[in-house]
Structures are given as C-alpha cells and as structure tokens.
C-alpha cells in the first residue's frame, strides 16, 4: 500500500472524530455508535467481509480512500480518527493518517493480552501469540489508547512498558447508559400469567463459563416457583443435560443491540454471575446498568468489576460464592419490599452518575487528548 496523504479541505471539519468500525459485536453499541451520537462525529461502519476488502483495497464504497499520483487521500475522514480494536492492517491506516498531521486513537474494551485458556471468544478464533503480538503491534502505533475501565488501562500500561518500551497515552472513557436507549419500555415477554416472579440472566456464548456459576440459582428459581428466562445463550445448545437440570425455561434469542433491553425487561430478578480471573478483570459494568434501567433487581457475583459499583443491600445483593449467589437471589424472591427498595435506589443511581449524557466528557478528552 502505498504512503497514504489525506486530502486537504477547503472548509472546516464539521465533526471532532471519524469512527472506523467492524460490525460484529455489542460492543459498537457501547464503544461507537452512543459517543458518536453524542459527539455528533462521524461513523465509518463496515462488516467484516466489507472490511476486508475495502481496507486493502481504494475506491471501496464505505471506507474511501483514493490513490494518487502523490499517495491516497481519504476524501470522507473528519476530525480525529478513532480506530476500535485495530489489527494491523487497520494500524497502517492509522498510521499514515497519523503521519499527515491527524490525531487517531485506538479503543478497546476486552483484555486481548490474556492467555486464550481464559477467554472463549479468543479460544474460538484461535486467538494465540501471533495475534496477540499484532496486537500490541497496532495499538503501538496509535497516538493514544481509549480504554473502558481502569483496569483494562493499567493491564495494557504494563504490557506496552514492558513489550514495547514505552506507554502510549492511555484514557479510561466508561460505558454509560443512553437515555434514549430507554424509551421504549415495551417487554418481549407478554405478562407472565401465573403471576410467577422471573428470574433471568443474559449473555452471549462467550459467557457459558459464567452461567454455570449460576446453575444452582437457576435451580432454585425453578424449585421456588419462578419462571427462568435465559437471554442470548441457549445453554441446552451446548449441553443437552442443562434441559435435564433446569426442565422448562423460556429463551429469548440475540437481538439487536439497540432492542436488547426489551428481552430482558420481562425480569424481576437478574443474576450476574462473572468467572473470576485475568481476563474478566477487564470486564466492565454494563449488565448491572441495563438491569437497573430495566426496573430488575440484581443480584451479582462478587467479582471487582461490580463490588465498586454495586453497593450490597442498597442498590443490589453480592456472593461470593455460587451457593451464595443462590440464597441472596432467594432473599430477593421472598421479599417484594427488598426488591422494590434496590431497584429504586439502582436505577436513581445510574440517572445520576451513568448516563453518557453526563459523561461524554470522558470520551472529548480522551479523543482530543
């Protein structure tokens, strides 16, 4: 690929940031499309085939750049260029919009630098050190890093230090709940006819490991009444003994992130179980930020990541333990009172301190630098 030259406007930029980003999962949602929005910048979004293609290639139709006589020119780029996850080949763009006098920064929101043993998805993509060297590799090149919590900004810290000699700068921008997201209060579910509580959890295949923390809370659910409704991952998929475990259970497939929120408002109670371990360090809050916009109390695994957001026995209940997990859902089940005190005091919580539209300042610093 030839020296790539952007090309020179003869009026002002009309947005602070270009996003680029690969469809493919949630996380555009949190770490793209919502600060886009509110920073009305631009939103350079393309599938992954379409990606291929189009940043190997010039004259794509979403991702335009145009060779020249004097190099290429990115005729639809503004402000500053915000790369997600970049690879290599996404790197080389950066790099040479970099070398042009234009800021960009890379945005992460998952620890890509764990052994592939602690993570399904890194497992599933055969996500080894070559991968992970390329990497660091791209992320090296960036002006500076947007990550999603400070645990994921001091894990990389450590790595670039010690792997590449050097920290580039690092900002910590959190996911926070769109109020807009939350007008549509409309359940999928059509009101449960027995008038059974309904205890449910969410997550995609990637989070198998952290549903069987739940499995004797979801038992006890059944034994107690409850209807178990499971969002996402169908566990039965995986292994056919879950059937024979739980017995009847309603399952929501995977919806569009912008209608996720309508699958789980069906819940009374919803759980959070989190393996513990490197990877999920790396994790960030958002189950307890849609539970508690959903009026759902929650009950969480006792992990960091929701011990400093999750105040135990005011905005919701912790374990530490599966076990415990079970018997502070079933506190929930017997008391309405309970239930009703933590979802108020959860939801006044996110309205005042999770809202990315009192947050968005986060994401113009880091971007500006």
Same mark, same amino acid.
């Given at each position: 690929? #030839?020296?790539?030259?952007?090309?020179?406007? /003869?009026?002002p930029?009309s947005s602070?940031a270009?996003?680029y980003v690969?469809?493919?999962s949630?996380?555009v949602?949190w770490r !793209?499309?919502?600060?886009?929005?509110h920073?009305q910048?631009?939103?350079?979004?393309?599938?992954?085939?379409?990606?291929?293609k189009?940043l190997?290639?010039?004259n794509?139709?979403k991702?335009?750049?145009?060779e020249?006589d004097s190099?290429?020119?990115?005729?639809?780029h503004?402000g500053?260029?915000?790369?997600?996850?970049?690879c290599m080949v996404?790197?080389?763009?950066?790099?040479?919009?970099? !070398?042009?006098?234009?800021?960009?920064?890379a945005?992460?929101?998952d620890n890509y630098?764990?052994?592939?043993k602690?993570?399904?998805?890194?497992r599933?993509n055969n996500?080894?050190?070559?991968?992970?060297e390329s990497h660091i590799?791209?992320?090296?090149?960036?002006d *500076?890093?947007?990550?999603?919590?400070?645990e994921l900004r001091d894990?990389?810290?450590?790595t670039f230090?010690?792997?590449i000699g050097?920290?580039p700068?690092?900002?910590?921008a959190r996911?926070?709940?769109?109020l807009d997201?939350?007008?549509d209060?409309?359940?999928?579910?059509?009101?449960n006819k027995?008038?059974?509580?309904?205890?449910?959890?969410?997550?995609?295949?990637?989070?198998?490991?952290?549903?069987?923390?739940a !499995?004797? !809370?979801?038992?006890?659910?059944?034994?107690? *009444?409850?209807e178990?409704v499971?969002?996402g991952l169908?566990?039965?998929s995986?292994?056919?003994?879950?059937?024979e475990f739980l *017995?009847?259970?309603t399952?929501?497939?995977?919806?569009d992130? #912008?209608?996720?929120?309508?699958s $789980?408002?069906? %819940?009374d109670?919803?759980?959070?179980p989190?393996?513990?371990?490197?990877?999920?360090? +790396?994790?960030?809050?958002? /189950? %307890?930020?849609?539970?508690?916009m959903?009026g759902i109390?929650t009950?969480?695994q006792?992990?960091? $990541?929701?011990?400093r957001?999750?105040k135990? +026995?005011?905005t919701?209940?912790?374990?530490?333990?599966?076990?415990?997990?079970a018997?502070?859902?079933?506190?929930?089940i017997?008391s309405?009172r309970?239930?009703?005190?933590l979802v108020?005091s959860?939801?006044q919580?996110v309205?005042?301190?999770?809202?990315i539209q009192?947050?968005? +300042?986060?994401?113009?610093?880091?971007i500006?630098?």
């Amino acid at each position: 690929m #030839k020296r790539l030259m952007l090309k020179k406007r /003869k009026s002002p930029l009309s947005s602070i940031a270009t996003w680029y980003v690969v469809q493919g999962s949630a996380d555009v949602r949190w770490r !793209a499309e919502m600060p886009a929005k509110h920073l009305q910048a631009r939103l350079c979004v393309l599938d992954e085939e379409t990606a291929k293609k189009e940043l190997t290639k010039p004259n794509g139709k979403k991702f335009r750049w145009v060779e020249t006589d004097s190099g290429s020119e990115y005729p639809d780029h503004e402000g500053v260029a915000v790369w997600t996850r970049p690879c290599m080949v996404r790197a080389m763009h950066g790099a040479s919009m970099s !070398a042009n006098g234009v800021r960009v920064v890379a945005e992460v929101d998952d620890n890509y630098l764990t052994d592939k043993k602690q993570n399904i998805f890194m497992r599933m993509n055969n996500y080894g050190p070559e991968q992970r060297e390329s990497h660091i590799k791209a992320f090296a090149t960036m002006d *500076g890093i947007i990550c999603s919590t400070d645990e994921l900004r001091d894990e990389y810290s450590r790595t670039f230090k010690k792997e590449i000699g050097y920290v580039p700068d690092m900002f910590v921008a959190r996911n926070h709940i769109d109020l807009d997201d939350w007008n549509d209060r409309v359940p999928m579910l059509p009101p449960n006819k027995e008038g059974r509580l309904r205890v449910g959890w969410a997550g995609s295949h990637q989070h198998v490991w952290d549903l069987r923390l739940a !499995a004797p !809370a979801l038992r006890l659910a059944k034994d107690m *009444g409850c209807e178990v409704v499971l969002v996402g991952l169908d566990p039965a998929s995986h292994d056919p003994k879950w059937k024979e475990f739980l *017995g009847d259970y309603t399952h929501i497939p995977w919806s569009d992130p #912008k209608e996720y929120h309508r699958s $789980i408002l069906p %819940f009374d109670i919803g759980l959070i179980p989190l393996v513990y371990n490197k990877h999920t360090l +790396g994790k960030s809050d958002v /189950k %307890f930020l849609e539970y508690s916009m959903s009026g759902i109390a929650t009950v969480a695994q006792s992990h960091p $990541i929701y011990n400093r957001t999750i105040k135990h +026995g005011e905005t919701g209940l912790l374990a530490s333990s599966p076990d415990g997990l079970a018997m502070e859902m079933a506190r929930l089940i017997r008391s309405s009172r309970l239930r009703e005190e933590l979802v108020e005091s959860a939801r006044q919580y996110v309205l005042e301190n999770r809202t990315i539209q009192k947050n968005i +300042g986060e994401w113009k610093e880091a971007i500006l630098g």
